[in-house]
C-alpha cells in the first residue's frame, strides 16, 4: 500500500488505571500523525480508559476516513494483538460497510524496536559513570593552612575539580593533583563577583560530567558561606553531595586575638552577624536584636563599621562597650586594634585597617590584652613607641 493511501490511523493502547500511562499513548499518538504526516490520527483503548476501540474507529469514520490502519502500540503480540483487538475492529467495523480496515503487526520484536532497546541500554550504563560524580562543599578554615581538617586535606588530595573562593591561602591548592580542573569563583566586596546562579549552574555541570568536585568556601560552608543555597541547588538537580564543616573565623579569629567568645562572668550568649547588607532594613533589625547578646561577632562588616556602631549605641548598647577589629586573623600578619563603640570607627581610619576583618564587641574584648599571644595589638605598640620616645 503505497504512503499516500495511508488516510487515517486507530493508535491502540491497553489503558491503565494510571493517567499517565494513558496520557503516554495520546502523545505517541500525537507523534506518530505529526511524524508520518498521517492526516487522521486518533488514539483509543482496549480496555479502561476512554475512548474504546469502537468509539476512535467511529471518531475516525465521522472525520472522513474510509480506511483505517489499526496499530497495536506496545501491546503484547500475545492475546492481544492476535485476539482481543481483530475481535473489538471488527465489531467496530460491522457498523461501517463503506470502511476498511488493516491491523499492524506488533512493535515487541520489531528490529528496530531491538535496537533502540540496545541504545538505551548503552546510554543508562554511560549514564550511569555520570551518576558518580559528587560535589563536596567544604569549609577551608579561617585562613591558616595548618587549620584545615583533615577530611578536607584528603579531598583535596583527590579532588578532580576544585572550585574555590578569594579568602582561600591559596597554598592549599599545592595538595591538589596537577591534573585536577582548578575554578575560581571569588568574590570581592566592590570588585569582581561570580554570579551564585553560576557557580551552582558550574558546580551541576561539573557533577554531570561524573567529577569529583570540592567546592572550597572560607570559614565553613554554612555561615555566611551561601553552601546552603549551593547544596540545595544540588539537591534539585539530584547530585549527591556532602558537607564538611571548617572553623570558622567568627570562632578562631577571635581565639587568635586572644579573645574568648564565652567567658564565666563575662559572656554567655553571642550572636553571629553578616555585616555585607549593613543600612537595609532587614539588617537594622538584625543587628537590633541582636544587641542583646553578650558577644556580637560581625563579619564583613568593616565598610559599614561607623554605621554598626552607632545603631548599637541607639539599640541602647552601652557607648564604652569594648570593641576589637581584627584583621588578617590567624596569618602572619594578623592586626588587632581594640577600641570602644564611641571610637572604634576613628581608630580604624588612623590605622588604616581594611577588610578582610572581623569585628568583636563585647566585655569579652578586655581579656585581649591579658591573653594576647599572637599578631600584633597596632593600638598597643603605638602606645610602647609614645612610651619609649617619652622616656628618651
Do not use: C
Not at 487515517?8 to 494513558?22: C, D, F, K, T, Y
Not at 554511560?126 to 584528603?154: C, M, Q, R, W
Not at 570588585?191 to 551564585?196: D, L, N, R, V, Y
Request: no cysteine; proline share 5%; charged share 25%.
Amino acid at each position: 500500500m503505497s504512503e499516500t493511501y495511508i488516510q487515517a490511523v486507530l493508535v491502540v493502547g491497553h489503558g491503565s488505571r494510571r493517567e499517565e500511562a494513558n496520557e503516554d499513548v495520546r502523545q505517541a499518538a500525537l507523534r506518530i500523525a505529526e511524524r508520518g504526516r498521517f492526516p487522521l490520527v486518533v488514539a483509543a483503548f482496549l480496555e479502561i480508559a476512554q475512548p474504546t476501540i469502537a468509539e476512535g474507529f467511529a471518531r475516525l469514520v465521522e472525520m472522513g476516513a474510509t480506511h483505517i490502519v489499526v496499530h497495536p502500540y506496545f501491546l503484547s503480540p500475545g492475546r492481544h494483538t492476535r485476539g482481543d483487538i481483530p475481535v473489538e475492529v471488527r465489531v467496530a467495523a460491522s457498523s461501517f460497510t463503506n470502511v476498511t480496515y488493516q491491523i499492524t503487526e506488533p512493535l515487541a520484536a520489531h528490529r528496530l524496536v531491538i535496537d533502540a532497546s540496545i541504545e538505551r541500554i548503552h546510554e543508562t550504563a554511560k549514564s550511569k559513570i555520570h551518576k558518580d560524580g559528587k560535589v563536596y562543599l567544604v569549609g577551608a578554615g579561617p585562613g591558616d593552612p595548618e587549620l584545615l581538617t583533615l577530611k578536607a586535606f584528603n579531598l583535596l588530595r583527590q579532588a578532580e575539580v576544585v572550585v574555590y573562593d578569594y579568602l582561600i591561602d591559596l597554598d592549599l591548592l599545592a595538595q591538589v593533583p596537577p591534573n585536577a580542573e582548578r575554578v575560581y569563583v571569588g568574590k570581592i566586596g566592590g570588585g569582581s563577583q561570580t554570579p551564585q546562579h553560576e557557580i551552582n549552574r558550574l558546580l551541576i555541570e561539573k557533577a554531570r560530567e561524573g567529577k569529583h568536585l570540592v567546592r572550597l568556601k572560607g570559614g565553613d560552608p554554612f555561615l555566611f558561606g551561601r553552601g546552603g543555597e549551593e547544596a540545595r541547588a544540588l539537591s534539585a538537580a539530584r547530585i549527591p553531595f556532602e558537607i564538611v564543616p571548617g572553623v570558622s573565623s567568627a570562632l578562631a579569629v577571635p581565639a587568635y586575638a586572644g579573645i574568648p567568645l564565652t567567658h564565666r562572668g563575662l559572656s554567655s550568649s553571642v550572636a553571629i552577624v553578616t555585616g555585607a547588607r549593613a543600612g537595609d532594613g532587614a539588617f537594622s533589625e538584625e543587628l537590633e536584636r541582636s544587641a542583646t547578646a553578650d558577644t556580637i561577632v560581625i563579619l564583613m562588616g568593616m565598610a559599614h563599621l561607623r554605621w554598626i556602631a552607632g545603631k548599637l549605641i541607639r539599640s541602647g548598647r552601652a557607648a564604652d562597650t569594648p570593641v576589637a577589629v581584627i584583621r588578617w586573623g590567624t596569618y602572619e600578619t594578623q592586626e588587632t586594634v581594640i577600641g570602644s563603640l564611641t571610637n572604634i570607627a576613628d581608630i580604624v581610619d588612623k590605622e588604616r585597617l581594611r577588610a578582610p576583618a572581623v569585628i568583636v564587641i563585647g566585655e569579652v574584648v578586655r581579656l585581649h590584652d591579658e591573653l594576647q599571644w599572637f599578631g600584633k595589638n597596632l593600638g598597643k605598640e603605638a602606645e610602647q613607641e609614645v612610651a619609649a620616645l617619652v622616656a628618651a
